[in-house]
């Protein structure tokens, strides 16, 4: 269990159990830090999940206070109900359905399921050797990449990628992250002993996904790659370049990746197919350095395959017959056409609002007047996230992915009612 779930779970039975009634404060995040000996980013998390689920609120310059509780079922009941009210996403970057072809992918699967033998066996510890040999092809071709198969790691998501990464590089102490927006990745560095900021000077370790900076959607300049490449050439530092939304460069031309500007053996490539293909196909890989590489061939008894072996086996052959080819550039049309409907239907809406399209063209963000209370967008059924909201101005980041096209116009007209 993680940390940040151990520190839930114990503030949870203490409000469950009575210790903590309606009304009592919580700790500081500093105090808990202490009294509990973790790190302030693992009671953050704690308390972000407490708040979620409805056990604490947050006041203002004060600290957090128990709710008036009720039972764990009521919660649950009142979660799904406001997920139920929620009638326009533009927050979750979940896909809609015209985007993928679930009935093809669902032949690759039942495929896959044809291969008894390899499916009475566990899934290779680094993932399947076809797919690894797919995958190498794949990034070549796409992006430059050029690695052989044995220095490629699948896994189910980003996240198990890291726990095997830390666990190769203990040599290493602080690790850097461009802004805070990546809490989950922050927090597994800080479990494993490392010391966590967000600048890249001195840092053992430089987190970066150069065609999502940030909430933006701002794409890493070519001066600033470049400058990156040579910083960490000086010092011995190793670039994860998480390729995150590199196929979906709306305005910026496409820029080469980290990996292939780098002329050194200092640059740790990932990549997923989460939003090229849909959420729900969990599978992302880890391209290592040549040392990197040894070291998880000499430890790699420690570690177990997470990755589906059938969806493994699935895009092996998806990819191999050039479906992942014409997915990305039918899903980099659909989404970026989304997103300008968006933008255009904003800007007609709400003249007074300053609107831009960020640079991978996916997401639209919008800086506006605003006086009334945040509660507001989910009382009209609409999630968006909310950059910054201060000084009666309010920063949002808007993602259309989830929603119809046909339901973006009544998208808008909400917005405009409540920034109105």
């Known amino acids: 269990m993680k940390k940040y779930a151990e520190v839930y779970d ?15 404060r919580l700790p500081s995040i500093r105090n808990a830090c202490n009294i509990l000996s973790v790190s302030k980013t693992t009671v953050q998390n ?17 600290g957090y206070y128990v709710t008036e509780q009720k039972s764990v079922s009521d919660f649950k009941s009142e979660k799904k109900e406001k997920e139920i009210q929620i009638l326009y996403d533009l927050k979750s970057g979940d896909a809609d359905e015209e985007s993928f072809d679930i009935k093809l992918w669902q032949r690759y699967i039942k495929s896959a399921l044809r291969s008894q033998g390899r499916l009475l066996s566990y899934s290779e510890v680094q993932g399947e050797a076809d797919l690894r040999q797919a995958l190498s092809d794949y990034i070549r071709e796409k992006r430059n990449v050029t690695a052989s198969p044995d220095r490629i790691i699948v896994g189910a998501g980003v996240q198990w990628l890291l726990s095997v990464l830390c666990s190769l590089v ?37 987190y970066v996904s150069p065609s999502h900076m940030t909430a933006y959607g701002d794409v890493m300049p070519m001066k600033r790659r470049l400058e990156l490449i040579n910083y960490s050439e000086k010092t011995g530092s190793i670039i994860i370049e998480d390729d995150f939304d590199s196929d979906f460069l709306y305005q910026s031309k496409p820029t080469p990746s980290l990996y292939a500007l780098s002329g050194n053996d200092n640059v740790v490539y990932m990549g997923s197919f989460s939003n090229v293909l849909i959420p729900g196909i969990r599978i992302s890989f880890m391209v290592l350095t040549q040392e990197l590489a040894k070291r998880f061939e000499a430890s790699k008894h420690k570690f177990a395959q997470t990755a589906s072996k059938t969806e493994q086996i699935a895009l092996c052959q998806y990819i191999r017959d050039g479906h992942i080819s014409s997915q ?19 800007k007609k809406e709400l003249p007074d609002a300053a609107v831009t399209l960020g640079d991978n063209g996916l997401r639209v963000l919008i800086n506006a007047d605003f006086s009334g209370d945040i509660s507001d967008f989910e009382k009209n059924k609409i999630s968006v996230s909310i950059i910054k909201f201060e000084d009666g101005k309010i920063t949002l980041s808007l993602t259309p992915s989830a929603i119809k096209e046909c339901d973006i116009p009544k998208a808008v007209a909400v917005l405009k009612s409540i920034l109105n």
């Open 10 to 24: 114990y503030f949870k039975k203490l409000i469950e159990n009575g210790a903590l009634k309606t009304g009592d």
């Open 46 to 62: 704690a308390y972000f999940d407490l708040l979620a689920d409805g056990y604490i609120i947050s006041v203002n310059k004060s």
């Open 170 to 206: 203990k040599d290493r102490k602080t690790v850097s992250f461009p802004d805070k927006s990546f809490v989950q990745g922050m927090s597994l560095f800080e479990d494993y002993g490392y010391d966590v900021h967000t600048r890249y000077k001195d840092a053992d370790i430089i």
């Open 328 to 346: 990305t550039r039918k899903v980099r049309r659909h989404y970026t056409s989304k997103a300008r409907l968006l933008f255009d239907n904003i």
